[in-house]
Structure formats: C-alpha cells, structure tokens
Nanobody, 116 residues
C-alpha cells in the first residue's frame, strides 16, 4: 500500500523558513516524478515544485522561484521542500504527489501559515 505522509508545516513569520518533508512508503521515489502542490480554500490546487527521476531536474512555480527548493533523498524515501523568505500568500495546505504513467498518489497535506 502506497502512503505519502507530509510533515514540517506550522506557523512562521513573514521572511522566515520552513522545511516540509514527504515520507513515502510502498513505492520507490526515484522512479516517480515527485511534486509539491498547495491549496487554499476556494482556489484550485496549485503546483509549486517538481523533481524528476534523474534527481537533478527541477522546476518551480513563478511565485516561489528563488525562494523554495525541492530535493529528494532516495535512501530515506523522502522528498523535501525548503521554503525561505516566506510570505503571507504562501499560506496553504501543502500536498505531496507521486506520479508515474497512470499511477498517481497524494498525501493528506500539511498546513503552512505565514503571519505578516
């Protein structure tokens, strides 16, 4: 059974940092494209960052480019999202996603709240 479990969310001040983790079980993350999304009430789920199976290719939403960094540790089966220079508009539930072909899996999400 595949599980993605996010952690590391919480309350931060504007300008601060948080690091999110996504611990995966039941799959080999090195063979999946791993993504972070975020969602706020009343809005569509927004892609934030993704990392490809080569482990080195990444891309980001324009809104987080230069502030957020996605990485993966295949030995720990964990994907990270380092978030720096946080802004109040980064407040959202952050969700981890794994995709490969027709297979896709989602975590339950972790709340990030940034105060001004």
């Amino acid at each position: 059974q595949v599980q993605l479990v996010e952690s590391g969310g919480g309350l931060a001040q504007a300008g601060g940092s948080l690091r999110l983790s996504c611990a995966a079980s039941g799959l080999t993350i090195s063979t999946y494209v791993m993504r972070w999304y975020r969602q706020t009430p009343g809005k569509e789920r927004e892609p934030v960052a993704r990392i490809f199976t080569d482990g080195g290719t990444t891309d980001y939403a324009d809104s987080v480019k230069g502030r957020f960094t996605i990485s993966r540790d295949n030995t720990k089966s964990t994907v990270y999202l380092q978030m720096n220079s946080l802004k109040p508009e980064d407040t959202a539930v952050y969700l981890c996603y794994a995709g490969r072909g027709f297979n896709e899996y989602w975590g339950q999400g972790t709340q990030v709240t940034v105060s001004s």
